[in-house]
């Protein structure tokens, strides 16, 4: 008599729970860098340093050149699934940005709702490609041109709260 048992049968829990404890494993081992995703929160730390565009130099010239603009969110507008619509604030000038799903590398429908899902006033880094607006139309920003976003990430609060932890009145006096 054999005491060798079919490959699906008894013994099938331990090795589900055997494999489960092998993925979460190896998942906790990979280092990400944040910003390689496309869309996601980004650790205010890791968001310090980068070369960014000022949102008042984009104009007709730098239609199709990749650019990086941090800014806060003015408003969101979903069009359609695929598809939205968000409004940068950076400094004094505003910039439309497009999320269109498919249409740039690694946009998916989950950066689309990503970007729906952000409130106003939070600061956000876009990476994107400057692009002309259809002919005879006038946007109703400052700028006259719009981002075709390829990257959307909001930065997130600091780690560390040392900045934030109360003062004493000798410290301020000082």
Do not use: N
């Amino acid at each position: 008599m054999s005491t060798e048992q079919p490959a699906g049968s008894s013994g099938g829990a331990a090795a589900a729970a055997s494999k489960k404890h092998t993925r979460s494993r190896g998942r906790a081992k990979k280092a990400r860098d944040p910003y390689e995703s496309a869309h996601g929160v980004v650790p205010f730390e890791l968001f310090r340093g980068r070369p960014w565009t000022r949102a008042k130099d984009l104009g007709e010239a730098m239609a199709g050149r990749h650019v990086l603009l941090f800014g806060c969110v003015h408003s969101v507008r979903l069009l359609s699934r695929t598809a939205a619509v968000l409004v940068l604030l950076s400094g004094s000038s505003t910039v439309i940005c497009r999320v269109v799903a498919g249409a740039g590398e690694g946009v998916t429908t989950r950066t689309v709702r990503f970007a729906v899902t952000l409130p106003r006033q939070t600061a956000v880094d876009v990476e994107g490609v400057v692009s002309l607006p259809e002919s005879g139309r006038r946007l109703p920003t400052s700028q006259q041109v719009e981002i075709q976003v390829t990257k959307l990430h909001s930065i997130g609060p600091p780690t560390k709260r040392q900045d934030a932890t109360p003062r004493t009145q000798v410290e301020l006096d000082d």
